[in-house]
């Protein structure tokens, strides 16, 4: 089910409703693009630590948006034994442009290229976005609005804007005081702009939303006065619904965090950074703020590409990180569960995804992960039962046996494989760092190193010195087979570094204290043979 701005308000109700009744919530987000082209030092490493690898990444979250959100709500059925309904739905997003607030993002050519392929309706997403903000702009938008002081931007383009004025004026030389028009086809957040507009352009009108449109009334000064004034809980809650209208999927995000419900994504790192920072608050400086803060929004996460990565290794199935093969693998007859494993079926209204794939697009793809999550919560329950059945497997139970996986979220391309939002992250199970020594090739840039190495394996390179270069890689299987062909190379040696035989510090160290220990051992010899 698609929803845009034109339905979003309708359907407030009905997904407040969703989310209450609950177990969990599926989520996949679409973006106008990943990272942004830093340079080199500013690139993500495998040298990084968690805290470098986010200062890095927040430049490039606060420099895109969010297009697309996808969620899936699965809820058991009542009376029914392991039975699940999944209700997805596609959001289509556009930044607030009201009064003070007009954001500023970035698209990605590559980002464009692939969404498109996969049929994305960038119309959708530019026409009929529904607005967001997080509580910074809510709190500049608010006392815009309650002080009246705003101004139109893009919101309804101003040439409109001035169209709608022009037509009230012509109308209001020829109408008669207590007179009527109706500005068809104006509808929400529009609507109420439109209305602000006339309002302090034109003192001798008053205007009311209705069914049909925007009504303008001919009024005299007093009687306006009398309006505006006796009418002030109408005019606050007039206000409210604005702000309301403006604040548009914030609203939704904010009964998601009241609801408390588990979250469910895949390789979800880069969804919770733009969660915090488009409906939340900008995204902190503190790396520990950060993690602190979204450990409140979404007590449980549930990451199912660090899950599958994890017993992949334990279970004979094809090596797959790709949701949809994933998905794929699990319900196939590889999956030994696949008979005794829970049921889902699509809400009446979400139907789509029942017979059509739609990879990468954020309500399918917020429903395998959904689906993976219970499927491989009850091949994990299977096996801690050992062989006999699962009588009645329950939803409870999945989540005691996903518990060594909660709020555990993978990470691509740093010093560890996994962020902890619950808690201290874990050591590096990331293999050694190698260190390169170069001989006879003066000059050499990190690049020429790393396309030395690129057709053998992959590797992030760090210059230590002027001729010697670190090292890493994400699989001890290319560590291996590099130290082998390297090892005794005639102008490119590489073996395991090591802190205290490598470390520029260290050395320096050692070779103070040879010199302090050998000017010691002179002055004590020279002291002894002294009359």
Not at 16 to 42: C, K, M, W, Y
Not at 272 to 293: I, W
Not at 441 to 459: A, D
């Amino acid at each position: 089910m698609d929803v845009g701005a034109d339905e979003f308000e309708q359907s407030l109700p009905l997904l407040q409703e969703l989310i209450e009744g609950a177990d969990f919530v599926g989520l996949d987000i679409e973006f106008t693009g990943l990272r942004s082209n830093l340079s080199q030092p500013q690139q993500i490493s495998l040298f990084d630590l968690p805290s470098e690898w986010y200062v890095k990444t927040r430049q490039s979250v606060q420099q895109f948006t969010i297009c697309q959100i996808g969620l899936s709500v699965f809820s058991s059925i009542e009376g029914e034994t392991n039975k699940y309904v999944a209700h997805s739905c596609n959001f289509f997003l556009f930044p607030t442009t009201f009064g003070i607030l007009d954001s500023e993002f970035s698209f990605q050519a590559s980002s464009v290229q692939f969404l498109n392929q996969y049929g994305f309706d960038y119309n959708k997403f530019l026409k009929n976005g529904i607005p967001y903000m997080n509580e910074e702009q809510e709190k500049k938008i608010k006392n815009s609005i309650l002080r009246g002081n705003w101004r139109v931007r893009s919101s309804l383009d101003k040439d409109q804007i001035k169209v709608v004025i022009d037509k009230v004026t012509r109308w209001l030389d020829l109408a008669e005081e207590g007179d009527r028009m109706t500005l068809p086809g104006i509808a929400g957040f529009q609507a109420f702009e439109v209305q602000l507009v006339l309002r302090q352009a034109l003192p001798n009108i008053w205007t009311v939303l209705k069914e049909e449109g925007v009504v303008v009334k001919k009024v005299n000064q007093p009687h306006r006065w009398y309006l505006e004034h006796a009418s002030c809980d109408q005019v606050s809650c007039w206000k409210e619904q604005i702000l309301l209208s403006a604040r548009g999927f914030s609203v939704f995000f904010q009964m998601l965090v009241k609801a408390q419900k588990p979250l469910v994504g895949h390789n979800m790192m880069m969804d919770l950074l733009h969660l915090h920072e488009k409906f939340f608050r900008p995204l902190p400086e503190s790396y520990d703020e950060f993690k602190q803060n979204i450990h409140s929004l979404f007590p449980v996460l549930i990451d199912t590409k660090n899950v599958t990565k994890d017993i992949w290794k334990e279970l004979h199935f094809p090596r797959v990180s790709n949701l949809s093969e994933v998905y794929e693998v699990l319900s196939s007859d590889l999956n030994p569960t696949k008979d005794s494993g829970p049921v889902i079926i699509h809400a009446r209204e979400c139907e789509k995804y029942a017979e059509t794939k739609c990879p990468h697009e954020a309500a399918y793809d917020a429903f395998l992960c959904g689906s993976v999550l219970l499927k491989v919560a009850h091949l994990l329950l299977q096996r801690q039962h050992g062989t006999g059945p699962v009588e009645e497997s329950t939803f409870p139970q999945y989540l005691d046996v996903l518990a060594p996986y909660v709020n555990q979220v993978n990470l691509i391309r740093a010093g560890v494989p996994k962020i902890n939002f619950s808690g201290p992250d874990f050591p590096s199970i990331r293999p050694p760092v190698l260190i390169l020594t170069v001989k006879k090739w003066p000059g050499v840039s990190e690049h020429q190193v790393y396309r030395e190495f690129q057709n053998l394996c992959k590797f992030d390179v760090r210059r230590f010195t002027r001729s010697q270069f670190l090292l890493l890689t994400n699989k001890f299987k290319d560590a291996r087979n590099v130290l082998k062909e390297y090892r005794s190379h005639p102008t490119m040696q590489v073996s395991l570094y090591r802190y205290w035989r490598h470390s520029p510090n260290i050395t320096c160290l050692l070779q103070v204290c040879s010199i302090v220990t050998t000017w010691a051992i002179a002055a004590f010899f020279l002291g002894r043979s002294s009359p």
